[in-house]
């Protein structure tokens, strides 16, 4: 439960949602959410499906190896950043138009989340854009000087 709250905190915030707008499109109560992405509660599939449709991507279930890496909570700052139409402009850059832009925000939003820890330190607003325009620049501009595409 711990790690699907996290993955859905982790979604919401990649969406530049509330807590409120998400279970109004889910049809779901504020409070069952938040239990939700605090850890708590036993959340049946077809509500699951309601809270992924509201975040704009799919269920899909999967049993993974134990011992797999864990979502990682993001700190205020990188859900600030987030939420942002400009964050939304780089997702759907990186995106392309073979990939989700809501999962490459999620993927995104997990992998900057890391970065704090591993520096030892929580980046503010401007680092988040260091970091997002330098991916940015690697994602869209690394397969020229391969030869292969993004």
Do not use: C, K
Not at 51 to 69: C, I, M, W
Not at 100 to 112: N, R, T
Not at 118 to 133: N, S
């Amino acid at each position: 439960m711990e790690l699907l709250g996290r993955r859905l905190r982790a979604l919401r915030a990649a969406a530049g949602r509330t807590v409120a707008s998400v279970a109004a499109d889910a049809g779901l109560s504020v409070p069952y959410i938040a239990n939700l992405e605090n850890g708590r509660g036993n959340p049946t599939m077809a509500a699951l499906d309601r809270l992924a449709r509201a975040l704009g991507t799919e269920l899909s279930v999967e049993l993974g190896q134990p011992g797999a890496e864990p979502a990682v909570e993001p700190p205020a700052s990188l859900v600030r950043v987030a939420r942002t139409e400009r964050f939304r402009r780089v997702t759907i850059e990186l995106a392309g138009s073979n990939r989700s832009p809501s999962e490459v925000a999620a993927a995104l939003v997990d992998l900057l989340a890391r970065v704090g820890p591993a520096l030892g330190v929580e980046p503010d607003d401007v680092d988040w854009w260091r970091l997002l325009d330098a991916l940015l620049l690697v994602g869209l501009y690394s397969h020229r000087s391969t030869g292969t595409a993004p």
